[in-house]
């Protein structure tokens, strides 16, 4: 093939691709400095059954990976610091991380809690790409003291595996000439999408790095491996013309309320109960949404956290049924026992309501007759 020719998809976007490093870790170490330096592992009790989530550099040195049981990081690093996750505490970092790239850019695609794809083809305002992705690193060392790497490339598949070679703060740049030249010498296995099984068939047609596959044609590579075979014709030339996909719409909708004093009053929570189920209700007809699944969300004063669920054969917005369906949940818990701190109702399963649907009226009493039987 002629290496001096710019496949022109490679033209076109300028995308970056931000994972923030050993991210539930540095998320602990800012909320308790004393931390800082030392091995950590968010995971489990290393005497449970749980697996490492994250585990900060320093843990890392030991061989400590995530994955891995908890048993053995504790056996690679006897020093390490074993942590719960905490998600209340990460997706709250989350959302300021995104705060900032919304700065740079609406066009965001997130991946996890803590990568995402930025489209900055259309909103650079001037800006180099790679001078966005530096700008977005040190606004959130600055206002997060958070720390996160960066690839930026022609697409999404460039830039992915470009974030992960200089973690961490690490900001690694593929621009179109380069891209040739940064695929080639670049194991299979590291496409995204190539897994323990594919890497072994690859390996016995003598396929290694991407560069090996450059002398097969698409036909040749599609007779020996199938469907596969067109898809990686594109991706070892380092073509990807996926879009940078903005967030669907909200999957849940719900509203939580935390009580300024700690409720144990039963007929105090029916009626906070109540009127979150209104609330929720309001929104979703506001947004055309109806949904499946009720859920109850309480958190005990002691901030110990349960969640019940209740699904419907038919998607509702409507008040009664959900505010019938919440109360018998409410009835799965230990309310009136034990006092509450915050209360929660959401719907989940979301979808549009048709246009043209009439909603069926039934009488308050049968419809709250509905909710109960729908439990039962
Ligand atoms: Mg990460």
Redesign the pocket.
């Known amino acids: 093939m002629d290496q001096n020719s710019i496949h022109p998809s490679l033209l076109q976007r300028k995308i970056i691709h931000f994972?923030?490093?050993?991210?539930y870790a540095a998320v602990e170490v800012k909320h308790d400095p004393s931390l800082r330096g030392k091995a950590l592992v968010i995971g489990g009790s290393p005497q449970s059954r749980a697996v490492v989530c994250?585990a900060s550099y320093e843990a890392r040195k030991f061989g400590v990976r995530s994955a891995m049981s908890c048993a053995q990081a504790a056996r690679l690093c006897p020093e390490a610091i074993f942590l719960r996750p905490d998600f209340e505490k990460y997706s709250a970092a989350s959302q300021a991380i995104h705060e900032v790239f919304q700065r740079f850019t609406p066009v965001i695609e997130p991946l996890?809690l803590?990568?995402a794809y930025l489209d900055v083809t259309d909103h650079a305002g001037g800006l180099y790409a790679s001078k966005i992705a530096r700008q977005i690193q040190e606004a959130i060392q600055d206002e997060l003291q958070l720390s996160?790497?960066a690839g930026v490339a022609p697409n999404k598949l460039i830039a992915k595996i470009a974030s992960d070679m200089h973690?961490p703060q690490g900001l690694t740049i593929v621009t179109p000439p380069q891209v040739l030249r940064f695929m080639e010498y670049l194991p299979l296995r590291r496409l995204h999408g190539i897994g323990p099984a594919s890497e072994k068939r690859l390996l016995e047609l003598g396929l290694v790095r991407c560069g090996d596959v450059w002398s097969w044609s698409e036909a040749q590579l599609e007779a020996a491996l199938g469907q596969m075979g067109a898809w990686l014709y594109e991706r070892s030339r380092g073509i990807d013309l996926r879009p940078v996909e903005v967030a669907r719409e909200r999957k849940s909708l719900g509203k939580e309320d935390t009580f300024a004093e700690d409720i144990s009053d039963w007929g105090r929570l029916e009626e906070e109960l109540v009127r979150l189920s209104e609330e929720v209700a309001e929104a979703l007809e506001r947004k055309g949404l109806r949904g499946r699944t009720i859920v109850l969300k309480v958190k005990y004063a002691d901030f110990q956290r349960c969640t019940r669920s209740h699904s419907v054969s038919e998607a509702t917005a409507d008040r009664v049924v959900i505010e019938g369906i919440a109360r018998q949940l409410l009835r799965m818990t230990e309310a009136g026992t034990r006092k509450i701190r915050l209360l929660g109702v959401s719907v989940s399963g979301l979808e549009e309501c048709a246009e043209t649907e009439t909603v069926i009226s039934l009488d308050l009493y049968r419809r709250r007759q509905h909710a109960s039987k729908l439990l039962s």
């Open positions: 994972d923030m490093d050993a991210f994250t996890s803590d990568e996160g790497s973690k």
